[in-house]
């Protein structure tokens, strides 16, 4: 009976029709409760608006591509002024320079490693010099994690211990690895200064930023410290045109920072830190573009030039430049190719007149004519026909009006084709028939025959050379 019903009903079952999920009202609800997102749980719903949202920003992309024949746009504006986006970077940029400049080591930290270094050396018996091998080096890296902490590790890698000198008991002198430490430490500072300054966080500081960063030095100078006020803005600007003048060679108002920090020019910059015990004459303090001296003989040389007070210089006037020893080619060549025509310059040639920061750059090319950067800037006016190579014609060229001024100043008759021959002697060029900037610069005489082609008094020198160098040798055997 109770098999038999079972049956029965299991049977009836089976007949009748099971309806379809999607045919179930609570299915429907469920599905249209789900889709709507008022079920779900926080992070589905942030995964889902997500995705709405990378679509939406694919889905343009794909269509400004279109748009723009499938070419990719390389260019990316930068965020306004005062817009989100510019405060997020510009926090950005403090937190993380700030946090760099915490990992520095401080004035206090480096006196601690340096007497470290000098309680933990030991003493060469040959030399007397301060020496440390490897576990001396370990050893020290321990104490002054104890004494500075964590700041200091990096230096005391092995890999740092390496870089040094070894001698024959594989010992470097502990000198050498501090003043690495020392200029590290400077050079990272610098950077952080330097980035801090940069607007745009572009890694380029334009002119009144890199005038701003020497403003910030001047305080901590010593040379500099009692630097009159009213002159400050002024040598902040001669300054900074060197830094341009070698790390800017396209003159795009673009310093590339760390072409900046390994450049010989915040080197020579930096020199000016030290107090030197004995007196420092005028002539050597005048060697150092970046000295007060020299600073304020630029300005006394463009005001003495400048005959008619307008702030520029006429080629009339330039010429009185280094008491007239310069050629009157090689000042054309020089307004022609470095100097820049005016609003109101028309085109007559007398309007062209070089302005202080022009002047700055000649100054420059005829103080540092051995190096790439001057020796190019001379060689664009040597080369008369813009060609990029001089000819024996453009020597001669060149060379007639130093030799006029030669005879002039009373001294013997000379060949000019002796001097030319004389010249293509010392730069050996690599085509036999003309001399490009790179074969000055591969002779390593560049600015010696760059002296010799504009400037009598250069040509006098080495003409005189060996009496020259006789005179130097005389005081120092003395």
Known sequence: MY??????EGHDATQRKIPSASSMLWVRNLRRFIGSGAGLGSEALMELETKRILLEIFKEKQQKNAEARSIPSFYRKKPEEGSISHRVQRLAKYRFLKKQSDLLLNADDLDAMWVCLRENCVIDDATGAEKMNYEDFCHIASVC?????????????????????????????????????????SLTQARIDMSELD???????????????????????????DMPAAFIQMYCRIAAHKFFFFCDPHRRDKACIKKVLLSNCLQELMELHQES????????????????????????????????MNGTLSKQELREYADGTLTEIFIERAFDEH?????????????????????LDFVLALE?????????????????????????????TLFRDVHQKWIEGGNYELCIEDVRDEIWDMVKPSDPLKITVADLLACKQGGTVASMLIDVRGFWAHDNRENLLQEEEEPDEE
């Open 145 to 185: 994690m104890e004494q500075i902490g964590p700041k200091c590790r990096r230096f005391f890698s092995p890999s740092n211990f390496m870089k040094f000198e070894k001698d024959e008991s594989g010992r470097i002198a502990i000198l050498p690895f501090y003043l690495y430490v020392m200029r590290t430490v």
């Open 199 to 225: 607007e745009d966080s572009d890694g380029f500081l334009q002119s009144h930023e890199m005038e701003a960063y020497i403003r910030g030095l001047i305080p901590n100078l010593a040379q500099l410290r």
């Open 277 to 308: 015990e004995e007196e420092i004459t005028d002539t050597e303090q005048a060697e150092n573009w970046f000295s007060l001296t020299s600073a304020q003989r630029i300005c006394d040389m463009f005001l003495a030039l400048d005959k008619d």
């Open 368 to 396: 540092n004519k051995d190096t790439p950067e001057g020796l190019t800037y001379l060689f664009r006016c040597l080369d008369l026909h813009g060609r990029g190579y001089l000819t024996t014609a453009d020597i001669h």
């Open 3 to 8: 098999s038999g019903s079972s049956d029965g």
């Open 339 to 359: 100097v820049r025509r005016g609003k109101n310059g028309g085109g007559g040639g007398n309007a062209r007149e070089m302005d202080f920061e022009s002047f």
